[in-house]
């Protein structure tokens, strides 16, 4: 699983080497976020099936998408939003990586979904995350890059 230790740790290993000084920064600002990232993981835990009811009605509402394809959306927006639970408890991409981006795409792609219906959910939750009223500011920091990490890949 990728965190911020071990991406660090495997490329050091990688070039023969032991982790830089650069190396640690990054691996202690991992950490120094860690609070923020635990608030955000909290927040969104609590309201994973809220968002993800809200993203596909908003999108699928507009009637651009075949409505057949609703409960598979809806599925997999929940199980994308599980991940970045995930990534935010292990400070890295990891989980997102191994277990979304790529196996989920084909997926998708097997199934025949619009991908830019899962671009357009993902940008409405980014886009209605409000400071203070959902969680803090780093944490809404942490929980939209995360977003936004997901939302280039699938573009």
């Known amino acids: 699983m990728k965190s911020a230790v071990t991406t660090v740790v495997t ?12 190396d640690l920064e990054a691996v202690k600002g991992s950490f120094d976020r860690a609070e923020a990232r635990m608030e955000a993981a909290e927040k969104l835990a609590s ?20 409505q057949a394809n609703k409960d598979k959306c809806a599925r997999d927006i929940n199980h994308y939003l599980r ?30 979904l619009p991908t830019v219906a899962y671009i357009e959910a993902f940008t409405f939750i980014r886009d209605q995350v409000e400071i203070p009223r959902d969680m803090g500011q780093q944490a809404a920091t942490e929980f939209k890059a ?10």
């Open 83 to 112: 991940l970045i639970n995930y990534c935010l408890v292990t400070g890295g991409t990891g989980p997102l990586d191994d277990w979304g981006i790529s196996g989920m795409r084909e997926v998708i792609r097997a199934q025949v």
């Open 146 to 155: 995360l977003l936004d990490y997901l939302i280039n890949a699938l573009a």
């Open 47 to 66: 309201s994973i099936e809220r968002l993800t009811s809200e993203a596909v009605d908003a999108v699928y509402g507009k009637g651009s998408y075949q």
């Open 11 to 22: 490329s050091a290993d990688a070039a023969g080497r032991f982790p830089s000084i650069s």
